[in-house]
């Protein structure tokens, strides 16, 4: 019986996570160094792999920097950066940190990475710290790619100010070589088999390299022996309802400066950024509750943008928004711009309707005379209420006093145009000290 296709075979000479070798055979005189050669070049060039892109070290914004109390400056802490090795199954750009007080080591291990990424040589130094004041905060943005990237390509609008790209080297096989041996073949010295080394950085075995580098060389050849009717190019549309998750979320809506900050240290910058997380991971952070996650939301939900990736089932924390596992809550204090937090967007437009309706009803009857005509301006004056809770009250289409015992102290104090309980208590004071009260 003669040679045939079926008759090669793969057998593993060694294997383990980093190195292997195997051999391929029997191949027809020829073929051994033309499989090696093109397994080889295509082991070094297209395997998919995980490398970081950019880098933020607070306190410095480019890498020709010496840092105070650390022993290295910044190009020597990015050259030890470029050689961590980084496993992952993501399809965008994340971010790893680390921060560091303090005399002592900082080792690749000591960052902090979401769940499906993971550094490999753990041990890695990356900076020493000698003095007891020195810090040191970084943030990695790492991405998945192939073969050698330059700094200026990894180059990204998005990225915060003080991040500088650096190149990275995508390619998880390291060394790849190969030699052809003379073999026998039913009773026939006119064969080889093929040995090939294959030695990775650890993020990927050699074996599955080989298995991606042989389906990739299978589905170009299948491309070419396929005959296909020449079809015109695939119009890609991009929907315009998608760009707001590319937008930095302080472009979209106003956060408080400890929000913010909490948001830059963790890498959060973009509306994606921020759905990409799930309630757990946000709730995880320091100086961050339910409070403040409750209240970003809120804002982020009267964008009209956002309504139309509602239906988006890959954000993590849309899914949870919908699912009603983040509820949103009130607390008793006075509303400012950094610290205000709101009901829902459905139980502000009931209370605000509802009060609106009971003011206009009474709007249509004879004007009141005596205190209940009062007007709204007078008694704000009278008791020191300012003009921006009296452009609350006007909202409401309340003119006088009158219109204020229409209204409950819920009214008063819930919704997008309440005013303070203080204020509302002096109302309600004032009220009483003429015989007349707020709504039961």
Known sequence: MGFTIESLRLAVVHDDDRKGEYRIGPLHKGYGVTIGNTLRRVLLSSINGTAVIAVHIDGIAHQFTAMPGILEDGIQIIANIKQMVIKSDINDKKVITCTKKGIGAVYAGDFIC???????????????????????????????????????ENRDVTFPIGTFPIDSNFCPVSHVSFNVKPSMFNESLNYENLFLQVETNGAITPMDALKSASKILVEYFNSITIEKEIEEAPVVVHFEKDEILKKP????????????????KAGIYTVQDLFNQSKKELLSLKNFGMKSLSSTLEELMKVPDIEHIM?????PLIKEYKAGEIAITVDDFEPTYETAQKETSSEVAETEKKAKIAVEEKSSEKEPTGILGKSIEDLCTELSISDSQLERLRKYHISNVEHLTHMTFEDLTVGNNRISKKNAKKIEEFLQEHDLKLKE
């Open 114 to 152: 979401p769940g499906s990424v993971e550094v490999v040589n753990k041990d890695l130094p990356i900076a020493n710290l000698v003095d007891n004041d020195a810090k040191l905060s970084m943030n990695l943005y790492i991405e998945n790619g192939v073969e050698y990237r330059l700094a200026e």
């Open 249 to 264: 979320i302080e472009e979209v809506i106003p956060l408080s400066v400890r929000t913010g900050n909490v948001f830059k």
């Open 311 to 315: 239906d988006r089932e890959d954000l």
